[in-house]
T-cell receptor, first 116, second 111 residues
Framework: EPEVTQTPSHQVTQMGQEVILRCVPI?????FYWYRQILGQKVEFLVS????????KSEIFDDQFSVERPDGSNFTLKIRSTKLEDSAMYFC??????????????FGPGTRLLVL | GENVEQHPSTLSVQEGDSAVIKCTYS??????FPWYKQELGKRPQLIID?????GEKKDQRIAVTLNKTAKHFSLHITETQPEDSAVYFC??????????FGPGTRLSVLP
């Protein structure tokens, strides 16, 4: 069964550094998402992406964040200047139906980001 | 915007007993309610979902009920097994918008 994959599984960085989290969505999916989950807390929506542009973003997704689909398979999340509070698990998800009733979003295994 | 609350935050049951997790939502425009199971250190996985035009849905030992008037929905797990131990998240979504997740319930099934 196809799965969403993410790299790296863990990332440790210094505050102020840039990080790029990578995701490979399921190949025939067209809608892509990033979520974050601070340790012990709920999953929070960051951004959705369709047709090479952002569809929706949350208030968490400020100017420090950007997303890109650099080629036909990868979907990346960049944090330009990391802050301590960016430490979290970041999940990528994809779906083939978008925000319609009954949409199933498939989650990747996550990247655990630790900002020191 | 939508706000989802979830109770209890932790739940311990004996193996074989039933477990019930409840969620409430605030936006009456929400029309789709999935439940995700997240085992320790793993990705959230969809286990069951319900649409707003349905009151109940069942899949083997798992069922979900929805009360649109009261704006709450519940996950029911019968004959619990140790492998049911995980964190369960409910979510709600107004049409055309993105998911809002509840804070999660940590379920422990004791042998």
């Amino acid at each position: 069964e196809p799965e969403v994959t993410q790299t790296p599984s863990h990332q440790v960085t210094q505050m102020g550094q840039e990080v790029i989290l990578r995701c490979v969505p399921i190949s025939n999916h067209l809608y892509f998402y990033w979520y974050r989950q601070i340790l012990g807390q709920k999953v929070e929506f960051l951004v959705s992406f369709y047709n090479n542009e952002i569809s929706e973003k949350s208030e968490i997704f400020d100017d420090q964040f950007s997303v890109e689909r650099p080629d036909g398979s990868n979907f990346t999340l960049k944090i330009r200047s990391t802050k301590l509070e960016d430490s979290a698990m970041y999940f990528c998800a994809s779906s083939n139906s978008g925000p319609t009733v009954g949409e199933t979003q498939y989650f990747g295994p996550g990247t655990r980001l630790l900002v020191l | 915007g939508e706000n989802v609350e979830q109770h209890p935050s932790t739940l311990s049951v004996q193996e074989g007993d039933s477990a019930v997790i409840k969620c409430t939502y605030s936006d009456s425009a929400s029309n789709y309610f999935p439940w995700y199971k997240q085992e320790l250190g793993k990705r959230p996985q969809l286990i069951i979902d319900i649409r707003s035009n349905v009151g109940e849905k069942k899949d083997q030992r798992i069922a979900v009920t929805l009360n649109k008037t009261a704006k709450h929905f519940s996950l029911h797990i019968t004959e619990t097994q140790p492998e049911d131990s995980a964190v369960y998240f409910c979510a709600a979504r107004p049409w055309g918008q993105n998911f809002v997740f509840g804070p999660g319930t940590r379920l422990s099934v004791l042998p």
